[in-house]
């Protein structure tokens, strides 16, 4: 089901230090938003997708798929962000009318909706550099070194260790139910799914206490504790990140003072 | 054809394709402008750190109440995950916003719900890293708020609690994308009308995809609800530690 973890185990850059991808992830992300640039976030997408594809040995199908789940979202946001309505008409480029309420597009309407679209893929393929190379524990660590609160932590790595137990579960019931035709009309969809929903709430508060249980036998005392991996220290690392985004500024200036920020 | 009648056939299959997107009310990655993504994210600070501040006194006091928040916290994202049959007869997922809210209280939801849509930004691509605090403020704060307030003032106006469970959770929905229209209104704001004419616009749109969606999920807690009663009377007994009273 969760198949992005899957592969963030299997990356090549699995043994890279995950601050230093953090920080290339943030960095990136946040000149991709500031530069607001059609072509910078195509050169942030090709950059990020290089590094996932050719780097880390995530197959190109992989990533172009991923890059495919957030188009609902994204084709409803940027219609709803070019369409305007309006009662004078000579605004618009084209438009229809339904009434007397004009719906159309308007020429900055258009660029609006094109930068935001391609805004958002540089930014998503950053995103997805980070959760395709950095399994889900090393960003945790990453965190604890950052120092977030230790609690916190411990909440999300718990989580995340139940989130795989529970869905598990979840699989095992919907086949149950499904073979027995648990989902064959609305009403025992409902019902089927409430049930399913209510035993994994028990099931999950059950699974929640033993594990207690079995902690605190072992001698727990409110602190789970694991071996991390070492990685290189030192500021030499983060020289290739600031670089890349120091280009990626200038030349978004370049741009922006050429084409006066329509491309 | 003419020029109208193909507009109209494109407006057609646009709303017609509408219902089917699923995770609609997560804002993606990268679609804020830098300066909405802090705002929020500022503005959710105090919620998080007052629900952190609680879940850590709770967690001194009965030690084994860690395990039962993470718990809680799998439980919200697993239930995110699930299908429900909607009325309009496609498939959207649930939220398990009213229902935490109402099994764990608005405080403990804001911390997990940062954490859960955190996984489901890295897991599953849904919602972003720089979105999280406005996604946080909409469904871990406002969304809970909303369910619970509901839920306590029908239970003390005394009505019966299939309805107070029913309006937490379709209310928590609606209200929760109300709030996202809300952000991505104030982030693109209209250019003729302005703010409340780009809210008209996000509202539409929502509303025509997630009424529906609001119906079906507050029937669906009910159920879930009713058979968590049932038959773990004793499990609900324990949650009063987060929420005081259910």
Known sequence: MIYIDKYAYISKLKHQDPIYKLVFCMMTLGVCLWANSIIISIIALLIMGWHTVCKGGIPCAIFMKLMIIPMSFLAIGVLTVGINVSDKKDIFLFYISVFDINAGVTQSGIQNAAHLFFKALGAVSCLYYLSLNTPMVDILQALGRLRVPKLFIELMSLIYRFIFVLLETVEMMLTAQKSRMGYSGISSGYRSLAALASTLFIRAYKRSDELYTSLEARGYDGELNALHESYKKGWIQYTSPITVNLILIAMTLIIRHFTGGLM | ?246
Request: include cysteine.
């Open chain 2, 1 to 246: 054809m003419s020029k109208k009648k193909i507009w109209m056939l494109g407006l057609f299959f646009m709303f017609a394709l509408l219902p089917q997107t699923t995770f609609a009310m997560h804002i993606m990655e990268g679609f804020l402008p830098a300066k909405w993504c802090i705002a929020w994210g500022v503005f959710t600070i105090p919620f998080v750190l007052v629900g952190f501040l609680s879940i850590q006194k709770t967690v001194k006091e009965h030690p084994k109440t860690k395990m039962l928040l993470a718990m809680a916290g799998a439980f919200a994202f697993v239930l995110s995950a699930l299908k429900i049959p909607s009325v309009t007869g496609s498939c959207s997922h649930p939220t398990g916003v009213g229902l935490g809210a109402i099994l764990f209280g608005p405080t403990a939801m804001s911390v997990l719900g940062l954490i859960v849509l955190l996984f489901q930004a890295i897991l599953l691509a849904h919602g972003g890293l720089t979105t999280l605090g406005a996604n946080t403020f909409s469904m871990a704060v406002v969304g809970p708020l909303v369910s619970f307030v509901t839920y306590k003032i029908v239970k003390r106006a005394n009505g019966p609690q299939w309805l107070a469970v029913f309006l937490a959770a379709a209310l928590g929905d609606i209200l929760t994308y109300t709030a996202t229209s809300i952000q991505l209104a104030l982030a693109f704001p209209a250019e003729t009308g302005g703010f409340m004419a780009s809210m008209v616009k996000f509202m539409s749109i929502f509303a025509i995809t997630q009424i529906p969606l609001a119906v079906s999920e507050g029937i669906l807690t009910v159920l879930i609800f009713n058979a968590i009663k049932a038959y773990g009377k004793d499990e609900l007994k324990d949650l009063k530690m987060f929420s005081k009273e259910v």
